[in-house]
């Protein structure tokens, strides 16, 4: 399973919107609507954002959404805060095993 | 409060076996799967091992090759990654997280293993 692709860094300032793209194949993304996404702050253990592609846990921010379209799955922020500022991972079920992407470290400028 | 807390990292030579242990709080082992992922330094995550919640179903990344297994003791609310012929490149953080059908929704602090001579 070869890792899915995200870019390695973006950027924003308070209060802008942007966007982490997750691209992978027809083996995992494109076949199930079961992508996850991690934020992991420095030193800390990654903590789940979003599951099944758009569905946020019980205390994640409502300015995180998700999205999948074919075999790419993206995590929306709305207003970026200083606080977003950290590592992310998608992950996707691949049937029986996940792959996990590369990771995107976000600086909030 | 639901937990997770792995332990048993530490350092160990090219060759050699360590096994890590995962003990939860809050909830059973018998009631959720279970995923073994681990972070080599400065690196990003990797998923290695997945155990079902009735305990028959394993799973491994195939870059493992057969290394490592994955098992549990459901008196202790355990579960452990047994590792074999250990690599320098086995060198990293090492977490368990409860699977909730196909997400991982709790982590744990992760333990370090260091593979050299």
């Known amino acids: 399973q070869s890792a899915l692709t995200q870019p390695a860094s973006v950027s924003g300032s308070p209060g802008q919107s942007i966007t982490i793209s997750c691209t992978g194949t027809?083996?995992?993304?494109?076949?199930?609507?079961?992508v996850s996404w991690y934020q992991q702050h420095p030193g800390k253990a990654p903590k789940l954002m979003i599951y099944?592609?758009?569905k946020r846990p019980s205390g994640v921010s409502n300015r995180f959404s998700g999205s999948k379209s074919g075999n790419t799955a993206s995590l929306i922020f709305s207003g970026l805060q200083a606080e977003d500022e950290a590592d992310y991972y998608c992950?996707?079920?691949?049937?029986?095993?996940?792959?996990f992407g590369g990771g995107t470290k976000l600086t909030v400028l | 409060e639901v937990q997770v807390v792995e332990s048993g990292g530490g350092l160990v030579q090219p060759g050699g076996s360590l096994r890590l242990s995962c003990a939860a709080s809050?909830?059973?082992?018998?009631?959720?799967?279970v995923t073994w992922v681990r972070q080599a330094p400065g690196k990003g995550l990797e998923w290695l091992s997945f155990?079902?919640?009735?305990?028959?179903?394993?799973n491994y990344a195939d870059s493992l090759k057969g290394r490592f297994t994955i098992s549990r003791d459901t008196a202790q609310n355990s579960v452990y990654l047994q590792m074999n012929s250990l690599r320098a490149e086995d060198t990293a953080i090492y977490y368990c997280?409860?699977?909730?059908?196909?997400?991982?929704?709790?982590w744990g602090p992760g333990t370090l293993v260091t593979v050299s001579s």
């Open positions: 997280a409860r699977t909730q059908w196909y997400y991982f929704d709790y």
């Open positions: 809050g909830f059973s082992f018998r009631s959720y799967d």
């Open positions: 155990l079902s919640k009735n305990g028959v179903y394993t």
């Open positions: 027809n083996n995992d993304i494109g076949n199930y609507n079961l």
């Open positions: 099944e592609v758009t």
């Open positions: 992950c996707s079920y691949a049937g029986g095993s996940w792959v």
